[in-house]
């Protein structure tokens, strides 16, 4: 009973981690957009066609550029989108805690699963 | 103007989507292709931030209530990050008149799927999976009784995960409609269960196709930083709405208006 209760605790935890993670991406992301914000003009005139550019041509682009809203956004994004990377790999150690070691190795396949989705999107 | 119209389109369709347990993506990315004109590939990969960010931030509700099974999500997460991964590979060799017709075709469909009465069917035993595993669980009743359940037809769950996790990286969404049905047809778990625990999952599903788009370009923090902000804050307001306000008199009225513009995407697809 006591291991069930810390187990629920700890899950618990996890999930809080999750919530201020998300509290703190979302503040990088404000404050990124907010430095680069407009009151006239359309932004999204560019969007109309797609256009495939690389995360680093981008992030090169606004550094020679010194466009620091731009660099901050992509930081809190980048944050965002490791949290349920990280969430998936505190679950694996808690399995783990629990000695439910099946579990544990099922949560490591979702998680090098989440890692090689990743260079899915690099180009050779 | 435009990015304070984004944020304001966005807050409200986190606002509705708290309401009607829809994830943002489904009003989002309607709004930024027709009103904004935005490429639907950037409006596809700026709403799975937003699900990222929903589903994470909820994640200690969920858990807190205990109605989310962490064991039988953990399992499921193979099958919706096989299929996203699928699925982002299928995205870059379809063409953007597809993605609007098969995004408009979806949105026609969870039109008629919202309207269905939802059944709540237990299984009678477990399926050899879940006793292994120990899927079974207990969920509160809400008279502070715990109201034991199994789980049945777990590869089954896994396939159809395959399906939601392909669906949620090809149009954006997190699939949480097509995983509920089949945790509740299939797998026999209860509702209130299949939608606490689809709503923990979504954001690891988003994840597997989200990183990907991101390193690809796709994702552009002058379309996704309003757009996740906005949901974020609308859904915090809808949550609090929720029991003050007429859930199934908006539900109707917004199914209305997802048929009228589950069209206009088709037929965006069709003149493309």
Known sequence: MKTEKTSVELEIKIAYFLRYGVFIAGCFMFVGWGMNFKFSGDPYFGFSIYDQIPLPDLVEYYLRRKNYGALISYS???????????????????FLKQKERTLAVIALIVFLGLLLSLFLGIEP | MYAILLLVISILAGFIGALLGLGGGIIVIPALTLIFGVDIRYAVAASLIS?????SGAAASFLKDHLTNLRVAVVLEIGTV????????????????WLYFIFGTFLLLSAFLMLRK??????????????????????????????????????????????????????????GIFKVMAMDGAMKLPMKVSSATSNFMIGVTATASAGAYFLRGDIRPEIACPVAIGIIFGSILGAKAMSELPANAIRKVFVAVMIIVSIQMIMKGINS
């Open chain 1, 76 to 94: 809190g994004l980048a944050m965002l989108i490791a949290l349920p990377l990280i969430r998936v790999l505190l679950t694996m150690v808690l």
């Open chain 2, 82 to 97: 096989a299929g996203a991964m699928t699925g982002f590979l299928i995205s870059s060799s379809i063409k953007s008149s």
């Open chain 2, 118 to 175: 939802k059944t709540d069917s237990r299984a009678e035993k477990n399926h050899p999976w879940s006793e292994k595993l120990k899927l079974a669980g207990a969920f509160p009743d809400g008279k502070g009784q715990l109201v034991a359940y199994k789980v049945a037809a777990v590869p089954f769950g896994i396939f159809c995960m395959f399906f939601a996790g392909i669906l949620s990286a090809v149009l954006g969404i997190g699939s």
């Open chain 2, 51 to 55: 699900i990222i960010a929903t589903s």
